[in-house]
């Protein structure tokens, strides 16, 4: 059974810099991608970011330039390097896995049980 477990949200405060992890059980293909999608209270849930196995990344307009998204694949670990941060990224984040993944659109798999990250003075 495939697990995904999140780590390191918390509250932020404007400008301010975290970084979430996920964490990977359970058997699953070698092509693979892992995400972080995030949900605000009242909003759609968005895509923030993507990560193939082979280390192809694709971000959100909104967090271009101040997110980073990367991944140790011996440990099959995710990370999420959310800088520069602002009240609107505020929102509960998950992590995802779609495995196996060969290309084109998105759609995962397995998804985390979510961690809050608050951004706020």
């Known amino acids: 059974q495939v697990q995904l477990v999140e780590s390191g949200g918390g509250l932020v405060q404007p400008g301010g810099s975290l970084r979430l992890s996920c964490a990977q059980s359970?058997?699953?293909?070698?092509?693979?991608?892992m995400g972080w999608y995030r949900q605000a209270p009242g909003k759609q849930r968005e895509l923030v970011a993507t990560?193939?196995?082979?280390?192809?990344?694709n971000y959100a307009d909104s967090v271009k330039d101040r997110f980073t998204i990367s991944r140790d694949n011996a440990k099959i670990t995710a990370y999420l390097q959310m800088n520069s941060l602002k009240p609107e990224d505020t929102a509960v984040y998950y992590c995802?896995?779609?495995?196996?993944?060969?290309?084109?659109?998105?759609?995962?798999?397995?998804w985390g049980q979510g961690t809050q990250v608050t951004v706020s003075s």
């Open positions: 995802t896995l779609q495995s196996p993944y060969t290309g084109g659109t998105y759609y995962p798999d397995y």
């Open positions: 990560i193939t196995s082979g280390g192809s990344t």
């Open positions: 359970g058997s699953i293909f070698e092509i693979n991608a």
